[in-house]
């Protein structure tokens, strides 16, 4: 008498029912849509979906960014306000108007070379202590 075995193995055996690997499902694709991003896709996330995840940080909305600038910079800058049209000179003085140029605050890192008039929305004691120093002032708007 001759005893045949069943034939276990069928073709596609590697992906049908799951003998060698997954067989169908998310499960093959490390679970379904989105998931996984911050843990096991993170590379994915990183070479392709870099905003997926948002800005960090909060701001706070109500808060406005001041643009500052000191005195030293205002050294570096005067030929540059003075073409532009932003400084005047007159009198042996110099009018810089820095609400023109953006600025809203006048800080007073470093000194100036010399005698000016300032319009500014804000300035620090220091600065305008320096200013009348040289013999300028600075008027707040």
């Known amino acids: ?3 045949r075995f069943k034939k276990k193995r069928r073709r596609g055996e590697r992906t049908y029912h799951g003998r060698h690997g997954y067989p169908r499902g998310a499960g093959s694709r490390g679970g379904r849509g989105n998931a996984g991003l911050h843990k096991h896709k993170w590379l994915y ?3 392709y979906a870099r ?3 948002g800005k960090e ?5 109500l808060r406005k960014e001041k643009k ?7 050294n570096e800058k005067i030929e540059e306000f003075l ?3 932003i400084a005047k000179k007159e009198n042996g003085k110099i009018i810089i108007d820095l609400t023109k140029a953006g ?3 006048l800080l007073a890192k470093g000194n100036l070379n010399f005698q000016a008039e300032i319009i500014v929305k ?3 004691k220091k600065a305008i202590e320096k200013v009348e120093k040289l013999g300028g002032k600075v008027i707040l708007k």
């Open 68 to 74: 500052i600038i000191n005195l030293i910079d205002i």
């Open 45 to 47: 996330t990183l070479k």
């Open 57 to 61: 940080g909060f701001r706070y909305p």
């Open 103 to 105: 600025y809203d605050k």
């Open 51 to 53: 905003d997926h995840f």
């Open 83 to 85: 073409n532009l049209q």
């Open 1 to 3: 008498m001759v005893v």
């Open 122 to 124: 804000e300035a620090s």
